[in-house]
């Protein structure tokens, strides 16, 4: 299923600049991972593709889908960069509501939400009100609330953030093993994370694409007195250099 946002324009204020303008992106098959600057426009992307917020002009669609009806959003997952506990709720109780949220039934919704929990290893806290969660363990309820439904489009803001190392690689195992029925389109600030990893990688900066393509033609950009081991990190900053642009 192909995402698409169309010359799209979006600006939170009407007397301030647009952060994108005449935006076009189509999201590509497997992981790819959106790099850029602090106000590049990145969580922007992600709430327009998540039909969270509308564009000014443009139009954003899936497959011919427009955003904003039922059937996109059972389609399209969208884990958001702060997930924010539900007083009263379980792990288990909130992945249940999102996938209820969504249009699954209450029974499949609770049965999905326990396989999805188990996914990211949270099983043991199936039963603890969000509240008491750590912040990590809550940014791993929100992956599973991303998985819980039939979804083929996953959208994550900074999924990665607050986890511990191990958390981060059962986290790029979940997301390798997902990839082949579901695209994902991943913002992060560790340019490093999953860079390498990823099947595709868009780079933006000042609400335009500075680079869209494989890993191997994003890593290109590595100068060659650079080590294996900062490659991603110097590929990111050299396309960044060309725009005036500072890394962060």
């Known amino acids: 299923m192909t995402l698409r946002l169309n010359n799209c324009t979006y600006t939170y204020r009407p007397w301030r600049p647009p952060v994108l303008r005449d935006f076009d992106y189509e ?26 917020t509308r564009p000014r002009r443009g139009t954003v ?10 059937g996109y959003r059972r389609a399209v ?6 997930v924010v506990p539900m007083t009263g709720l379980t792990a288990r109780d909130y992945v249940a509501y999102v996938g209820w949220l969504k249009g699954m039934n209450r ?8 396989r999805a929990l188990a996914r990211v290893e949270l099983t043991a806290r199936a039963g603890t009100r969000t509240s008491e969660l750590s ?10 609330a991303a998985l819980v439904h039939d979804a083929r489009v996953l959208l994550l803001d900074e ?3 607050g986890m511990d190392p191990r958390q981060r690689r059962i986290f790029r195992d979940l997301l390798a093993e997902v990839t082949g029925d579901v695209r994902v389109l991943l913002s992060t600030h560790d340019v490093a994370d999953l860079a390498e990893e990823a099947d595709h990688v868009t780079v933006l900066s000042q609400g335009r694409i500075v680079h869209s393509g494989s890993t191997d ?11 294996s081991g900062r490659a991603a990190e110097a590929a990111y900053s050299a396309l960044l250099e060309g725009t005036g642009a500072v890394s962060g």
């Open 77 to 82: 997952a969208w884990m958001p960069q702060t």
């Open 159 to 161: 999924p990665t953030a």
């Open 61 to 70: 669609d899936l497959d011919g889908l427009p955003a904003g009806t039922g």
């Open 135 to 144: 912040g990590g363990q809550l940014r791993r309820v929100g992956v599973a």
């Open 27 to 52: 999201l590509p098959d497997g992981l790819t991972v959106l790099l850029g600057p602090n106000g590049a426009g990145k969580s922007t992307l992600l709430r327009l593709a998540a039909s969270v």
């Open 217 to 227: 033609s994003f890593l290109a950009h590595t100068p060659s007195d650079v080590s």
């Open 107 to 114: 029974r499949d919704a609770w049965d999905r939400a326990e």
